[in-house]
């Protein structure tokens, strides 16, 4: 199905009847990634999942988005595909933004529930060699953007994204790019998780890949902390996509968290 959303055309699932629940994919990928989530809801809930913009077969923003960008979408799409109050369902990125609109004062969208698989959104904590990784790309870039770099080695840039960047961002276009790097910069440290999350209303479930290396398990441990309420479910042996890795316990727990 598609339909426009603030002049962005927008493709999105929508299958089942009964409660809602809005599902939200991560970054890369697009709603039909989570078939194992839509098929198991869908013969007892109304589930809708967007392609995000920037994503699958939703047209990209004219502008590169923050982490407030994609929600504010949230709440128009909500609007657009009639959802009063919905269960958010959100992995990686997709949970970045629930954290962002749930931790909203006053939050726009009635949310009674919320389930984050895997979710972005706490600031990284990395050893010596990402550093190393990442100062050593600045530097390179900075040499790069020198006029006489630039008209001696036109591709030189481009060279250096690709030996550094991550497959995401060397996969992404030039706006995605960007909005890429803006939501890592807005990341929370936990102290400014410990304000913004207090905020959060909705009975909030965390499910964690044990072995998740793109957003570890102390994440997950943080955002328990720091949800009021909130309960942490891990999956032992999986990974970043942890609801793939081990969705016979993940369909038993949303089905218990879910009612």
């Known amino acids: 199905m598609e339909t426009t959303i603030n002049g962005l055309r927008v493709r999105y699932i929508d299958e089942g009847t009964g ?68 269960v958010l369902i959100g992995h990686s990125n997709g949970g970045r933004t629930i954290l962002r609109l ?6 726009p969208l009635p949310v009674k529930k919320a389930v ?14 990402y550093y190393m990784k990442v100062y050593s790309f600045k530097t390179a870039k900075r040499l790069v953007n020198l006029p006489g770099i630039r008209r001696l080695f036109p591709d030189a840039a481009e060279k250096v994204k690709k030996k550094f960047g991550s497959a995401d961002y060397q996969q992404a276009s030039d706006i995605m790019r960007q909005t890429m790097v803006r ?16 905020n959060i209303k909705a ?48 369909s038993r727990v949303l089905d218990s968290f879910l009612g």
């Open 116 to 129: 984050l698989i895997d979710a972005a959104g706490m600031k990284a904590r990395h050893g010596a060699d």
């Open 183 to 198: 939501l890592l910069g807005e990341d929370m440290s936990e102290a400014d998780a410990a304000v913004r999350l207090a």
């Open 102 to 107: 749930l931790s909203r004062p006053g939050c």
């Open 19 to 86: 409660p809602e629940v809005l599902l939200l994919h991560g970054w890369g990928a697009e709603a039909s990634v989570y078939r194992l989530i839509i098929d198991h809801l869908s013969s007892r809930f109304r589930v809708v999942a967007p392609d995000l913009p920037g994503f699958g077969g939703s047209e990209e923003p004219s502008a590169p988005w923050n982490t407030d960008d994609f929600a504010d979408f949230v709440v128009a799409f909500a609007a657009a595909a009639g959802l009063r109050e919905p």
């Open 203 to 250: 009975s909030t479930l965390l499910i964690w890949g044990e072995e998740d290396t793109a957003t570890p398990l102390s994440d997950g441990q943080a955002l328990e902390r720091l949800i009021p309420g909130a309960g942490l479910v891990v999956l032992p042996g999986a990974g970043h996509f942890s609801f793939a890795d081990r969705w016979g316990q993940c």
